[in-house]
């Protein structure tokens, strides 16, 4: 994987890697989000979360009004996981208001563990 970012501020340490291959996002035994140009976050203190274009999962999103702010990244604003005429609530988030270190996710969204039944590397 190609590093992108590394973040390091008081011993905090963050690391944005690109994903090489593809990917696809599985919910209730479906195929919902493909896509080739991943990225992958792993912050000290938290599961490695992957991060996906909004633009490849944007037809799975509704926005919703919940915010919150993450001092390293910046402001979250959620989304809802809409598929098969369900909607689960604020299941993703994406930093479209982000610090100046991490605008390369800004146009990323990432789904909590529980939205998504598994993810694959499909190569």
């Known amino acids: 994987m190609e590093k992108i ?3 390091s501020k008081n011993g905090h340490k963050i690391f944005v890697e ?3 291959g593809k990917i696809r996002l599985i919910k209730n035994g479906k195929s919902i989000i493909e896509t080739s140009n991943a990225l992958l976050l792993r ?3 938290h599961d ?3 991060y996906i274009p909004f633009n490849d999962a944007k037809k799975y999103l509704e926005p919703s009004d919940a ?4 001092p390293y990244k910046g402001k979250a604003s959620y989304y809802s996981l809409k598929y ?3 909607i689960e609530k604020d ?3 994406r930093y479209n208001n982000s610090t100046m270190e991490f605008t ?3 146009d990323y969204v990432a789904f909590y563990p529980d939205a998504i039944d598994k993810i694959e590397n499909i190569g």
């Open 5 to 7: 970012i590394v973040y």
């Open 67 to 70: 915010h919150s702010v993450c």
């Open 84 to 86: 098969d005429n369900i």
């Open 43 to 45: 912050e000290d203190g």
């Open 104 to 106: 390369k996710i800004r």
């Open 48 to 50: 490695p979360v992957y």
């Open 91 to 93: 299941k993703a988030w």
């Open 18 to 20: 690109k994903v090489n």
